[in-house]
């Protein structure tokens, strides 16, 4: 079992930025990868941006210049650095963990993007 628990979103103006973080209960140098995802009302949740423990990354061509993942395997900890955001960032971001074939998720944490 994995808990994942998010922090760090709020309420920003468009052109602002935020820094998402990503705890989880164990060490994350094992996980195969984790992830941002997001859900936005009315729509389906979507993939922000995932790397797994080789480095790769895989970002939404939408967030792509704007948002960097990262993270550290000391406080078993993943990042994700918002910059530029605007209205159409606004939504529920969700960590996502992927370990032995098993998906894991975090309660979420709400984003909003509004001036």
């Known amino acids: 079992q994995v808990q994942l628990v998010e922090s760090g979103g709020g309420l920003v103006q468009p052109g602002g930025s935020l820094k998402l973080s990503c705890a989880a209960s164990?060490?994350?140098?094992?996980?195969?990868?984790m992830g941002w995802y997001r859900q936005a009302p009315g729509k389906q949740r979507e993939l922000v941006v995932s790397?797994?423990?080789?480095?790769?990354?895989n970002y939404a061509d939408s967030v792509k210049g704007r948002f960097t993942i990262s993270r550290d395997n000391a406080k078993n900890t993943v990042y994700l650095q918002m910059n530029s955001l605007g209205i159409e960032d606004t939504g529920v971001y969700y960590c996502?963990?992927?370990?032995?074939?098993?998906?894991?998720w975090g309660q979420g944490t709400q984003v909003t993007v509004s001036s």
């Open positions: 164990r060490g994350i140098f094992s996980f195969y990868a």
């Open positions: 790397m797994r423990t080789t480095g790769i990354t």
């Open positions: 996502h963990a992927e370990v032995r074939g098993f998906n894991y």
